[in-house]
């Protein structure tokens, strides 16, 4: 079955620490994206990438770095520098394509909820 | 500049009746989408719905309706005879033709459906 994995699904870090958090993807996607959500908040963009090896910077992208070495793969590291990190994080892919792309949806992995004490 | 508001944080709705959940969206673009998606307690988003900005007729899916009035730059999600599961955050998306393949995001409004 085609989807998007991300893991792990719980993370714990000391503060001060960077971590990855992995996302994967067989749908043959070109564009893939990273999500950051608060409690009871909306999905506020941290980066995104249409195509391997190119990646832009989203709404919140500071304290956050990201690699798309591969098309299935668009690793999200969160940094010492993030301030407040302790979040919700989701890992989308979508198609792109033109004036056809506007009806493509993002189909979204299950989520990594990060803490970091 | 595009943007999302879903002026509704919270809803309640009695189980069986139907419930409309408020978006409208900003944008100077004539070519967009408009997307609607559920995202139960467990945190998943599942999409439910699409609009595109020619599209003449509402979309429909299953119970999910799309009330969509362009001159009011309104995309509200309508859902029929609610039920239990429906108990949950929606989000309201746009995605521009001119735009770099980034979709802007409502705050959502967290649905609540009473037996």
């Known amino acids: 079955d085609g989807g998007i994995t991300q893991s792990p699904k719980y993370l714990f870090r000391k503060e001060g620490q960077n971590v990855t958090l992995s996302c994967e993807q067989n749908?043959?996607?070109?564009?893939m994206y990273w999500y950051r959500q608060d409690p009871g908040q909306g999905l506020r963009l941290i980066y995104y990438s249409q195509i391997v090896n190119d990646f832009q910077k989203g709404d919140i992208a500071e304290g956050y770095s990201v690699s798309r070495e591969k098309k299935e793969s668009f690793p999200l590291t969160v940094t010492s520098a993030q301030k407040n990190p302790t979040a919700f994080y989701l890992c989308a892919s979508s198609r792109t394509g033109g004036t056809s792309g506007i009806s493509y949806e993002q189909y979204f992995g299950p989520g990594t909820r990060l803490t970091v004490t | 500049a595009q943007k999302i508001t879903q002026t509704q944080p919270g809803m309640f709705v009695q189980e069986k009746e139907a419930v409309t959940l408020d978006c409208t969206y900003d944008t100077s673009d004539p070519s967009y989408g408009l997307f609607w998606y559920k995202q139960p307690s467990s945190g998943e988003m599942i999409f439910l719905i699409y609009q595109g900005s020619y599209d003449q007729q509402n979309a429909t899916e299953g119970r999910y309706s799309l009330n969509f009035q362009k001159a009011r730059k309104s995309a509200n999600l309508v859902i029929s005879a609610s039920q239990l599961g429906d108990s949950a955050m929606y989000f309201c998306a746009m995605r521009e033709v001119s735009g770099t393949y980034k979709y802007i995001f409502g705050t959502g409004t967290r649905l609540k459906v009473l037996a």
């Open positions: 749908l043959n996607h070109d564009a």
